[in-house]
């Protein structure tokens, strides 16, 4: 089945998948784009397992203070050099900074927080789940997630 370069256009677009990658999808499925959506998914849960174990050293450190009063300080980590040195990356890490000074969290890390405060929110959100009228093993997954 020929594969027009209208159908690479709309999956890149739809996905944001390289042009190679779309057209190779569309040829796997025959040209069936939810398939070949499903299929660039997979692929990209694959390939970012593959880069789980690359160590990002170059970042930027972004600062945002409030008044003077509160501030927050984050580090937001790349692979290259070049990508912690573009605007739009740096934007997004003040970006980040700015949200962390404005919801005030009460822990720095997952580890930090005490046993019981996690039981006790994720009864919460339990409880929200069920009344959204989730089922129960649903309603666990969501917790957990």
């Known amino acids: 089945m020929a594969i027009t370069a209208q159908e690479i256009s709309k ?3 739809t996905t944001g998948a390289g042009m190679m990658d779309c057209k190779k999808a569309l040829e796997e ?3 069936d784009f939810d398939k070949a959506i499903e299929y660039l998914r997979k692929k ?4 970012g397992a593959k880069r789980a ?8 450190v972004a600062t945002y203070s409030h008044g003077g009063r509160i501030g927050a300080m984050v580090e937001v980590n790349s692979e290259t050099d070049f ?3 573009n605007e739009d990356f740096q934007a997004f890490a003040k970006d980040i900074a700015m949200q962390v000074a404005a919801s005030a969290p009460q822990y720095i890390s997952r580890e930090e927080v005490p046993a019981e405060v996690l039981e006790k929110e994720k009864q919460i959100e339990l409880e929200k789940a069920k009344e959204e009228g989730k089922p129960a093993e649903i ?3 969501i917790v957990e997630g």
């Open 44 to 47: 990209g849960a694959a390939a």
């Open 11 to 13: 999956l890149r677009q």
């Open 83 to 85: 990508v912690a040195r």
């Open 29 to 31: 499925n025959n040209g």
């Open 139 to 141: 309603a666990e997954k």
């Open 53 to 60: 174990d690359r160590e990002a050293k170059e970042g930027f």
